[in-house]
């Protein structure tokens, strides 16, 4: 069971492009969420997203978007690439339910020079 | 959990001791709570969880405790091992109607063999 994937695991992105991380999850959970987490801070919320075709937005949802099309997958956009958006972003998913723990992939590095 | 900038507060133990990491958390109506561990280069990984309606909870080789009174969780680790070492942090879920988590900003354990 592979539980949270993302892809790619490192990326350097040159200011203004814009790239795609993707995440998928093979336990069927309903939700997902994506945060990032900068040097010795807590992980921050970006977007989430309740089930298929249900997206809303987190804390720091400025500079990217995201959608849901199938109950697996959850890819997060950057648009415009920015210096502050260089950060170890992780994708999460949970079963529907009020005490859900999140269970969480690996993470992408991320690098905007 | 409050923001503590780039230094994460490390606690230092022999292999063998065991452990004590707490952790303050910010809501007094927060109703469940988690404590994930964090090896570098991969995702926080779920460790135990707690709702608000008790104050211990054991695992294997880990109790946490949860004091609402003072708002103070604390995660035990019996018998510590040099693989236990990791950057561990609370979560809590404040009820909003839907489960986000507010994460601390952790602590870094180092074990010695």
């Known amino acids: 069971n592979a539980g949270v994937t993302q892809t790619p695991k490192f990326r350097i992105l040159k200011i203004g492009q814009s790239m795609t991380l993707q995440c998928t999850q093979d336990m069927n959970h309903n939700y997902m969420y994506w945060y990032r987490q900068d040097p010795g801070m807590g992980l921050k919320l970006i977007y989430y997203?309740?089930?298929?075709?249900?997206?809303d937005k987190g804390e720091v949802p400025n500079g990217y978007n995201v959608s849901r099309s199938t109950t697996e997958d959850f890819p997060l956009r950057l648009e415009l690439a920015a210096p502050s958006q260089t950060s170890v972003y992780f994708c999460?998913?949970?079963?529907?339910?009020?005490?859900?723990?999140?269970?969480f992939g690996d993470g992408t590095r991320l690098s905007i020079l | 959990g409050e923001s503590v900038g780039l230094h994460l507060p490390t606690l230092s133990v022999q292999e063998g001791d065991n452990s004590i990491i707490n952790c303050a958390y910010s809501?007094?109506?927060?109703?469940?709570f988690i404590w994930y561990k964090q090896e570098s280069g991969k995702g926080p990984q779920f460790i135990i969880d707690?709702?608000?309606?008790?104050d211990k909870r054991q695992g294997q080789r880990v109790t946490v405790l949860l004091n609402k009174t003072v708002k103070h969780l604390s995660l035990q680790i019996a018998a510590t091992q040099p693989g236990d070492s990791a950057v561990y942090f609370c979560a809590e879920r404040i009820d909003t109607g839907f489960q986000k988590l507010v994460f601390g900003t952790g602590t870094r354990l180092l074990v010695s063999p």
């Open positions: 999460a998913s949970s079963p529907r339910g009020r005490f859900q723990p999140q269970h």
């Open positions: 707690i709702r608000s309606n008790m």
């Open positions: 809501n007094s109506a927060s109703d469940y």
């Open positions: 997203s309740v089930g298929a075709g249900i997206t």
